[in-house]
């Protein structure tokens, strides 16, 4: 009895194990199937969002569906079907996308494509010809800032670029003018806008002893931010830049001395964020910005602007347009919550 028993117990564990290793593959073939389309709408905390506003989140068939109660008929939407394909196409094939910009005059930085059937003689004497320094290059397909190279300012750095993404087999490569102001994120969903953040410039503040790249090491920890979210390390750092500026990555910064390190200003690239009134833009480019997610046929966008005066029409370009901008609402007002949610199930 006493090795029955034992027996029994151990044919228990083996069965308890091979329940556990079964659930584990059914989540796990769950999850595989699950089709995340706009993964910033499928995170915990908008989850959580859902739930606070009586919308139901379902994966259906793979596909995250959403509902929401609306008078006596259920609403839903499925997160895949906000965007088209072609659309999110054009968003991400800068040149595509800023020839379609062109064709329906919307302020855009003059622009070249790098002739990959021409000399380098040839594509320089074109640029010299055509465009203004400061250049900024870009690989087409580039995305959150990453092959982006500003504040160009002659051709040998010009072709230094070229060659490094043509090794990289980055072959479709624009150039343009290089636009001064700040950066703005447009986030538009069905035809609203549900907010405008400006977008400050990463920049280190010498103390005397530290070198620049010291200074950038301690970024995270050593600059001000005074908004609520995380503040992100430099990841793109433009020596060129810093070196117009008099110095390089192993100079001492003097004191309170100020410069400014790289030209990709974006949140992944320790930019500092502010949210700003709607009301403080000007009508027109109002307008201007829900026409660019009209003509790239976009319903969710996140349309980069740059001007050094917003509240003015006109006055700025559009750099590109985002089909899957970040969204976390722990970063934004119940209002601004609201005003997305009821946007999504407009």
């Not at 259906?60 to 008929?73: A, D, Q, R």
């Not at 640029?127 to 087409?140: A, D, E, G, R």
């Not at 997610?293 to 003015?312: A, C, P, R």
């Amino acid at each position: 009895m006493k090795y029955i028993n034992k027996y029994i117990i151990l044919l228990l564990i083996i069965a308890f194990i091979a329940f556990i290793a079964f659930i584990a593959v059914i989540y796990s073939r769950v999850n595989k199937q699950h089709k995340k389309c706009l993964v910033m709408f499928d995170t915990h905390t908008m989850k959580k969002l859902y739930h606070k506003y009586g919308i139901s989140y379902n994966i259906v068939n793979g596909y995250t569906e959403l509902t929401k109660k609306s008078g006596i008929k259920d609403k839903t939407i499925k997160l895949c079907d906000i965007n088209n394909k072609n659309a999110i196409n054009i968003s991400r094939n800068k040149l595509e996308s800023q020839g379609l910009f062109k064709k329906h005059n919307i302020n855009i930085s003059n622009f070249l494509k790098w002739n990959n059937n021409k000399s380098d003689k040839e594509n320089i004497t074109n640029i010299n010809n055509n465009l203004t320094f400061p250049l900024v290059i870009k690989y087409s397909k580039g995305t959150m800032g990453t092959d982006v190279y500003t504040n160009i300012y002659n051709n040998k750095k010009i072709l230094n670029i070229i060659k490094k993404l043509k090794n990289e087999k980055k072959n479709e490569i624009i150039i343009e003018e290089f636009q001064q102001g700040y950066r703005y994120r447009i986030y538009i969903l069905n035809n609203t806008i549900i907010f405008i953040e400006k977008f400050y410039p990463p920049i280190i503040v010498g103390d005397g002893k530290s070198s620049v790249s010291e200074l950038i090491n301690n970024y995270t920890t050593h600059t001000y931010n005074p908004m609520k979210y995380e503040l992100q390390p430099i990841s793109h750092i433009e020596e060129h830049l810093i070196e117009e500026q008099g110095y390089y990555m192993d100079s001492i910064l003097e004191q309170n001395k100020k410069i400014q390190i790289t030209g990709i200003i974006t949140y992944s690239n320790g930019a500092i964020m502010e949210n700003i009134p709607i009301s403080s833009v000007h009508f027109n480019n109002q307008k201007m910005f829900l026409n660019v997610n009209k003509i790239v046929g976009l319903n969710l966008s996140g349309i980069d602007f740059i001007s050094e005066n917003i509240s003015t029409p006109y006055i700025g370009k559009v750099l590109e347009v985002n089909a899957a901008p970040s969204y976390n609402p722990e970063y934004h007002s119940d209002k601004t919550n609201k005003k997305l949610l009821d946007s999504l199930f407009k």
